[in-house]
């Protein structure tokens, strides 16, 4: 079965605050892909970060970073120097080739909504 | 990037109509398209999952009669949310990938959404 598990529902930090977000997955595929989505108060879906199963250097975007350890299972996503403009909810995503669908899933995690306070 | 409409953006109606929603990949030809809804404050929970020219695959609890989804074309999708009540609001959100049957990699793009409210 595929899984996503983001523990922490909500977050609040002051700005100018490093604020991590966990994200610990479960797979049975050898090959899958890890997403980041933020998700602002109008809905639409942002992309950040697509990682495949095979790559686990981490990866810096000014001020978001990803840390993926497959041996712990986790894609962690830090913010650093959080403004107010992040708050909004952030979704972690597992995509993988199911061959019993013949097809790709993706499956979301829960969410976490990130307040950041000026 | 590619591009993935929906429309309406946001639509009322009333209990026992029906409403459909349509996804279109604008610059790109999709040969899956995903439907997911999400409830306030909840996680995006996939609905189904169509091929182009095929029976739309339903995931567990889903009902097929009650959300019918055609995939008529390689651009467009559509979502008819039959006899709705009020307990079918919600957000409804597509996506639309480049990947068939046998492809290492799905690249999915996600429509901006369509807010349902059933009165």
């Known amino acids: 079965a595929q899984k996503v598990t983001q523990a922490q529902t909500e977050i609040s930090v002051v700005e100018k605050e490093d604020v991590t977000l966990d994200c610990v997955y479960e797979t049975r595929d050898t090959t899958y892909y890890l997403f980041w989505y933020k998700q602002p108060p109008s809905g639409e879906l942002v992309f950040l970060i697509r990682r495949n199963s095979f790559d686990e250097q981490n990866e810096i975007s000014g001020r978001y970073s990803w840390n993926f350890q497959k041996s712990t299972s986790s894609f962690n996503f830090t913010i650093t120097a959080s403004q107010v403009v992040d708050s909004a909810v952030y979704f972690c995503?597992?995509?993988?080739?199911?061959?019993?669908?013949?097809?790709?899933?993706?499956?979301f995690g829960a969410g976490t909504r990130l307040f950041v306070k000026a | 990037g590619a591009v993935v409409s929906q429309h309406p953006s946001w639509v009322i109606c009333k209990s026992g109509t029906s409403v459909k929603i349509e996804c279109r990949s604008l610059?790109?030809?999709?040969?899956?398209m995903f439907w997911y809804r999400q409830f306030p404050k909840q996680s995006l929970m996939l609905m189904a999952t169509s091929n182009e020219g095929s029976k739309a695959t339903y995931e567990q609890g889903v009902e097929k009669d009650k959300f019918l989804i055609n995939h008529a074309s390689l651009t467009l999708s559509t979502l008819t949310v039959t006899s709705a009540h009020p307990e079918d609001s919600s957000f409804y959100i597509c996506?639309?990938?480049?990947?068939?049957?046998?492809?290492?990699?799905?690249?999915?793009?996600f429509g901006p959404g369509t807010r349902l409210t059933v009165l």
């Open positions: 996506s639309a990938g480049t990947s068939g049957r046998g492809s290492s990699y799905n690249e999915q793009f």
């Open positions: 610059d790109f030809q999709a040969t899956t």
């Open positions: 995503a597992l995509s993988g080739f199911l061959y019993y669908t013949g097809g790709f899933k993706t499956i």
